[in-house]
């Protein structure tokens, strides 16, 4: 290893420890954690934000007048300026909570496509989405008479820049593509690609799933319309993920759905609105999911984004280079702008059996489609083994991924 590498990896042992499941041994081997892409683990300061709120904060939000109940809303709400600083967005009205990526687009789908679509009309989306950035949209297409765009990406898995100014048109109502994709890694050229919608005119929206834990996000220089992530992917907990929409968007959009915190007045005539963002967030929100996913952001903060990326980085060029040296394994997905995902298949052998082996050396990896079907589809198989990489993996666990494929091939004979 390089000077520079190895003082990373210094870095990177640092960070380990704050992660108590690191030290678990399956099979009484040491972890060897590679499903980041699929969730990612939690530091101790988020495990505690989450415990120390029910220890002594918990109480129901924006209602009652007494003291828990005024710590627990300014808890909730701190949380919601942290995250709205965390991705530059220009207020806190433009911050909704919500479970995660999955349920921010069906807030989109419902509440701006759908009242917006006409028979005819068009979404573009790309040819490697996560599904939850396809069924919504197709939910919202069936029921409106309108059609899914897609756009093409090479062999590479690199969006087709051309193709995609191509397939807009004056009945493009919406843009909806990932930061980074899920399957593949790549990175795509999110600001090139906004600019040319904006200039036809057309609204885009960002999944960035696979994006906030490994870049930096800045909602206002990209000038995205809406920014959906998960707090789960990004060390925070599972059930608390974010939409950011611009108030201008936002502010014209019917609630999605109804019940106590959303409304102002309630009588059998007629029910008047909660302002932004409160109008979208009905009935009692994930409160301490809130708040650990603050702690996750802080703690992010605290290691700095240069750093991380920079260590990131590092070790996916080291595990692309191991893996293309391994006899019979194929990677999927080699973009130029690629993000710390390695999905790959090795000739003659299932993703399952290779996961389930890999997973008897302790090492986790994920084997299967990755919710996105027609990604697979477009490189011609079925499922592919993905090690996604975080902040806290190492190169000796590439080392032991390397490994447990040499133990496949030796069990399986190729
Ligand atoms: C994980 C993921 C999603 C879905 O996130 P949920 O937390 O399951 O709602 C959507 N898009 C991408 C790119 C993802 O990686």
């Known amino acids: 290893m390089k000077r520079i590498d190895l003082e990373r990896e210094d870095l990177v042992r640092v960070w380990r420890h704050d992660f108590p499941i690191l030290d678990t041994r399956p099979n009484g081997k040491p972890l060897v954690y590679l499903d980041n892409a699929a969730t990612t683990q939690k530091p101790y300061r988020v495990i505690e934000a989450e415990a120390d709120y029910y220890r002594n904060t918990n109480s129901n939000v924006h209602r009652g007048v007494h003291w828990l109940a005024e710590r627990a809303t300014e808890a909730y709400e701190r949380s919601r300026a942290t995250v709205a600083k965390f991705i530059h967005a220009a207020d806190t009205s433009e911050i909704i909570f919500v479970r995660g990526t999955t349920e921010a687009i069906n807030l989109v789908a419902h509440s701006f496509a759908r009242p917006r679509l006409q028979p005819g009309d068009e979404i573009v989306i790309s040819a490697i989405e996560h599904h939850s950035n396809i069924v919504p949209w197709q939910l919202a297409c069936e029921q409106t008479g309108a059609t899914l765009k897609v756009v093409p990406v090479d062999d590479t898995g690199t969006l087709d820049v051309r193709a995609f100014e191509d397939l807009l048109s004056p009945r493009t109502k919406l843009v909806a593509l990932a930061h980074v994709s899920n399957a593949l890694g790549t ?38 319309d809406f920014y959906a992530f998960s707090g789960h992917k990004l060390y925070g907990p599972t059930g608390i993920g974010v939409l950011y929409g611009k108030a201008k968007w936002l502010g014209t959009m019917p609630p999605w759905q109804g019940g106590g915190d959303m409304i102002r007045t309630v009588s059998f005539e007629k029910t008047t609105y909660n302002e932004l963002p409160w109008k979208f967030e009905a009935g009692t929100p994930n409160i301490a999911g ?110 032991a991924l390397v490994k447990g494929l040499a133990r496949v091939k030796e069990l399986f004979g190729s």
């Open 290 to 399: 809130a708040i650990a996913l603050a702690a996750a952001i802080d703690y992010i903060g605290s290691l700095g984004f240069g750093a991380i990326e920079a260590c990131e980085h590092a070790l996916l060029e080291h595990a692309t280079d191991e893996l293309q040296r391994v006899d019979g394994v194929r990677l999927i997905g080699t973009a130029a702008e690629k993000s710390g995902i390695l999905s790959f298949v090795v000739d003659g052998i299932h993703a399952h059996d290779v996961g389930s082996i890999l997973s008897d050396a302790g090492v986790a990896v994920r084997a299967g489609h990755h919710c996105a079907m027609p990604a697979m589809a477009r490189f011609n198989v079925p499922a592919t083994v993905r090690a996604s990489l975080a902040l806290y993996n190492t190169h000796e666990e590439i080392d």
């Open 187 to 224: 990175i795509n050229p999110i600001k090139r690609l906004i600019d040319i919608a904006h200039k036809h005119g057309i609204p885009v929206l960002l999944d960035g799933a696979q994006a906030i834990a490994h870049v930096p996000v800045d909602v206002r220089s990209l000038d995205c």
